[in-house]
């Protein structure tokens, strides 16, 4: 709904614009002009654009309005976690709010999100963290487009650097009993825990006794430890049943006669574990008593995956053991490392069409660092059989692990 009145020599226009709020705009002497701007109102109207204050909104203002509409309504709805609220107010505030925070939110455009870039850039930040910056920033001016503030999001076009992969370092079975062997309880559970099932520090850490079902042996994972309290796993996909290995299980077991607390791995107290006092002091002292090299406590995760590929597990499997939210997630990641299971597709074909009866060769581990062959160990002394989607890991595939 929109209307032309003239008031002294100027034309004036009247319309609700897409907030349905009225609005008054002065066009001048011109009637064909006035009614040329009330036609393309009425065009944003219809198309859910509108012109609200964006002339006078500092991107300062619209952070904070952000952060108090958005982030925080969505922290109180539960669909972000307290965990992603503070990564997101770091970000803005430092790195979006002091580049671009006394700029005009209209005067934005896409030239300037590229010199933010190269700002980033110049800081000497990773391309990951780039990425996480400019993701925000994707978001925080959806939003000022769906609010009426923008037309267009400056930051749409805008690509992520692309950086390189950090360096997978797993360890072969034989490093595994190793550092195994070396540790006392309750650590020495807790690490054969990691190794066998690829659990991330944060489930690990929040895993209570009434999640491990010894009857069905499996783990199940519904919640994780962040900052010592108790919350969902890093996605829907997270919450899943893993299979445990006999070795395992029977550690758990002879644990669990010694429980102090509703978790299966805490401090002498009985209280959750500190996460930055056991990944920087821990488990780093951990290595050194088994006389193994340095390295992230992420990576006995990746020694899961590798030990799973190793022995020849479908990939969809390996996606619902680690909690992956779709199987590209696993294939970009992991997929370098299954060149045998291409092969062996390969074979099954070739059989399939021809009946050529073609034995596959024992798979074996060969990788501790990405391009970096290793010592070869049998898979069988250590990983987890997950042939057919998913069967259960027996004791004779934890071979040297008993204690």
Not at 137 to 150: D, I, Y
Not at 240 to 269: G, K, N, Q, W, Y
Request: hydrophobic share 35%; charged share 25%.
């Amino acid at each position: 709904m929109g209307a032309i009145r003239k008031r002294g020599k100027n034309y004036i226009i009247t319309f609700y614009d897409a907030t349905g709020k009225r609005r008054w705009e002065t066009v001048g002497p011109n009637l064909h002009e006035a009614r040329q701007v009330l036609d393309k109102r009425m065009w944003e109207r219809r198309n859910g654009k509108s012109r609200v204050t964006r002339d006078t909104l500092t991107v300062a203002e619209f952070v904070k309005k952000w952060q108090e509409d958005y982030l925080t309504v969505q922290q109180q709805l539960g669909r972000l976690k307290p965990s992603t609220i503070i990564s997101y107010q770091c970000n803005l505030a430092g790195h979006i709010a002091p580049f671009f925070g006394a700029m005009s939110l209209g005067d934005v455009t896409l030239t300037q999100v590229q010199e933010f870039i190269k700002a980033l850039l110049g800081k000497g930040l990773s391309p990951k963290t780039i990425g996480n910056v400019i993701a925000i920033l994707k978001e925080m001016f959806k939003h000022a487009v769906q609010w009426g503030h923008l037309d267009t999001n400056p930051a749409q076009y805008v690509e992520r650097p692309r950086g390189e992969d950090k360096e997978m370092d797993v360890f072969t079975p034989e490093e595994i009993r190793r550092l195994i062997d070396a540790q006392e309880e309750p650590l020495r559970t807790l690490l054969l825990t990691a190794a066998l099932t690829g659990m991330r520090q944060g489930e690990l850490f929040g895993l209570l006794w009434e999640d491990i079902d010894f009857a069905a042996h499996v783990i199940h994972v519904r919640r994780a430890l962040w900052r010592g309290r108790l919350g969902t796993p890093k996605s829907r996909r997270s919450r899943r049943a893993i299979d445990v290995p006999a070795t395992l299980e029977a550690a758990l077991h002879r644990l669990s006669a010694t429980r102090r607390s509703e978790f299966v791995f805490c401090s002498e107290r009985g209280t959750p574990i500190d996460a930055d006092n056991f990944r920087h002091r821990e488990f780093p002292q951990a290595l050194r008593r088994a006389g193994l090299r340095r390295v992230r406590f992420h990576d006995l995760r990746h020694t899961y995956t590798s030990l799973l590929i190793a022995h020849g597990a479908h990939p969809k499997y390996i996606q619902a053991q680690l909690g992956h939210a779709s199987i590209q997630t696993t294939l970009d990641r992991y997929g370098h490392l299954m060149p045998q299971l291409h092969q062996a597709e390969a074979q099954k074909l070739d059989q399939l069409v021809f009946g050529n009866q073609v034995t596959t060769p024992a798979r074996r581990l060969t990788a501790i660092r990405v391009g970096r062959p290793l010592r070869g160990s049998k898979m069988g002394e250590v990983a987890a059989s997950a042939g057919n989607h998913g069967s259960k890991m027996g004791a004779e595939n934890t071979k040297g692990l008993a204690t």
